[in-house]
T-cell receptor
Framework: QQQVKQSPQSLIVQKGGIPIINCAYE??????FPWYQQFPGKGPALLIA?????SEKKEGRFTISFNKSAKQFSLHIMDSQPGDSATYFC????????????FGKGTKLSVKP | DAGVIQSPRHEVTEMGQEVTLRCKPI?????LFWYRQTMMRGLELLIY????????DSGMPEDRFSAKMPNASFSTLKIQPSEPRDSAVYFC???????????FGSGTRLTVV
């Protein structure tokens, strides 16, 4: 119940394409859903996040879509660029001030020029 | 602020040796997390602290692993004795109060030969 399932494991798109990464969860106690971006040799960095009372959030070229009834959320990258090539992790948070993030397994995105 | 600082960046050690990884969280952040990242298992939470107190160490693989946080500005993760299967990148992250955004360090790449 504490798992977050992420797919696909890897994704290759052409520049300008719209990669979509999907995540699913079971625990309805999760109350915050961030996405992290990780470049080689670096730690993950917060990219964008959403709460379950919102169905969509956009920040620049990055959009999270959230389907509370299906317990699924996804990341869309509009007009993808080679610089977006990285590993993306979805996560889910539970537990209030003593809580913790549960991470998906990650998606390695490669954007070809 | 310099962010979350981890040392060393790389560590190569022989099987059976003691390894100590160090982390300095962001000043004012009161939660600290240790994660391990491998290709097979992704990002795994090992242990986390709130206000220097360990909250959940259920992710620590076995008794060979121990973590301490003697004060708000320093934490260590120790492996004794180390084994080749401990080879991974170990990340430290910190968070301020109920602000759910985690800030990760750049990680320590541990290789046990």
């Amino acid at each position: 119940q504490q798992q977050v399932k992420q797919s696909p494991q890897s994704l290759i798109v052409q520049k300008g394409g719209i990669p979509i990464i999907n995540c699913a969860y079971e625990n309805t106690a999760f109350d915050y859903f961030p996405w992290y971006q990780q470049f080689p040799g670096k730690g993950p960095a917060l990219l964008i996040a959403i709460r379950p009372d919102v169905s969509e959030k956009k920040e620049g070229r990055f959009t999270i879509s959230f389907n509370k009834s299906a317990k699924q959320f996804s990341l869309h990258i509009m007009d993808s660029q080679p610089g977006d090539s990285a590993t993306y992790f979805c996560a889910a948070y539970y537990g209030g001030s003593q809580g913790n993030l549960i991470f998906g397994k990650g998606t390695k995105l490669s954007v070809k020029p | 602020d310099a962010g979350v600082i981890q040392s060393p960046r790389h560590e190569v050690t022989e099987m059976g040796q003691e390894v100590t990884l160090r982390c300095k969280p962001i000043s004012g952040h009161n939660s600290l997390f240790w994660y391990r990242q491998t290709m097979m298992r992704g990002l795994e939470l090992l242990i986390y602290f709130n206000n220097n107190v360990p909250i959940d160490d259920s992710g620590m693989p076995e008794d060979r692993f121990s973590a301490k946080m003697p004060n708000a500005s320093f934490s260590t993760l120790k492996i004794q004795p180390s084994e080749p299967r401990d080879s991974a990148v170990y990340f430290c992250a910190s968070r301020q109060g109920v602000d759910y955004g985690y800030t990760f360090g750049s990680g320590t790449r541990l290789t046990v030969v």
